[in-house]
């Protein structure tokens, strides 16, 4: 178990790293939008799984449930709301809404779902 949890801390970091990555240097019309709300879902699947390594079959979903409503806060401007001036956290919560990034959720959580399949299938 502890391996999985190594496992698991070294791809969120690597992938928080490469989040940064593109938030930073990558201004395009593809890999800025859609491949990195993709990267952010996998992401928080390897956060969540350093704290439960076993494999959890739903994870995949419940996943892409918490990041729709993150989503659908950014809709009514939640940032706003409740007043985050902290530009860090203002850019990690979201401050506008896009169907688009419900879609790449859904891609990025499907890849997940199937990642647990193939877990599931090579321990049987």
Known sequence: MKNKRLFYGIAFAVLVIIEFIIGIFVHDGFIRPYLGDIIVVIAIYAF????IPEKY???????FVFSVIVELLQEIHIVDIIGIQN???????????DWKDILCYAVGCLILGIYEIVLRKNKK
């Open 48 to 51: 969540v799984r350093i704290i």
């Open 57 to 63: 079959v739903l994870l995949p979903l419940i996943i």
């Open 87 to 97: 530009h860090f956290l203002r850019v990690l919560i979201g401050t506008s809404f």
